[in-house]
């Protein structure tokens, strides 16, 4: 069935450190995908998206590639900050008026 | 400013107290949706309405009701709350459920069942 693995957090890194979170997804058809943010007390937000392969989504420093190959859409950022800090879920639509979302990683950025 | 409403933030209700959290847009969007958000498990979808008077079933819909009556809101019931459904509740809008289409979530609204 449809699903979403996302790495498992959380994540703590330093300032101006490399941040790479892995997402695979399992879908029938062929999604859109997307990353949200889920910042302290408020809801999800989009942080970028992809709608076919080898397409790259990109936002506030953020950037994800759409590989059908092997099924991923992993989120990178050269440099986090502390304002990065949040709660990040990977996510994928195919219709039906459904979105699968993964189990979110939390990421901690030490100043 | 555009904006998903949800009302109350908070709440602790005890089992079997019918409850209704509120969830209003004003972005004129045909499709909503309503969330619940548990550790470990992500987002689940409890119902969603593709246009007024037109609702559906998501994942996990057992003990919830929706109602869509007008466009711009979408109450979710909970007709006889259970401690199984303390859980973090978000309300989403999209213009569609086309390919690529961004949903708008509201604040949420963390509720316990006691």
């Known amino acids: 069935g449809n699903s979403v693995t996302q790495m498992e957090g959380p994540v703590t890194l330093s300032e101006e450190a490399f941040l790479t979170i892995n997402c695979t997804y399992t879908?029938?058809?062929?999604?859109?995908l997307f990353w949200y943010v889920q910042y302290p007390g408020e809801g999800l937000q989009l942080l970028l998206k992809?709608?076919?392969?080898?397409d790259k989504g990109s936002n506030k420093g953020f950037e994800a590639t759409y590989r059908k190959e092997t099924t991923s859409f992993h989120l990178e950022k050269g440099s986090v900050q502390v304002s990065d800090s949040a709660v990040y879920f990977c996510a994928f639509y195919t219709g039906g008026f459904k979105t699968i979302f993964g189990a979110g990683t939390r990421l901690f950025v030490k100043a | 400013e555009a904006q998903v409403t949800q009302n109350p933030r908070y709440l602790i209700t005890v089992t079997g107290k019918k409850l209704t959290v509120t969830c209003s847009q004003n972005?004129?969007?045909?499709?909503m949706s309503w969330y619940r958000q548990d550790p470990g498990l992500g987002l689940r979808q409890i119902y969603y309405?593709?246009?007024?008077?037109?609702?559906d079933k998501g994942d996990v819909p057992e003990g919830y009701k929706v109602s869509r009556k007008e466009k711009r809101n979408f109450p979710l019931i909970l007709e006889s709350p259970s401690p199984n459904q303390t859980s973090l509740y978000f309300c989403?809008?999209?213009?569609?459920?086309?390919?690529?289409?961004?949903?708008?979530f509201g604040q949420g609204t963390r509720l316990t069942v006691v």
């Open positions: 309405s593709m246009n007024v008077e037109v609702t």
């Open positions: 972005m004129n969007h045909e499709y």
């Open positions: 989403a809008s999209s213009l569609g459920a086309e390919r690529g289409t961004e949903a708008f």
């Open positions: 992809a709608t076919k392969a080898d």
């Open positions: 879908a029938t058809g062929y999604p859109s």
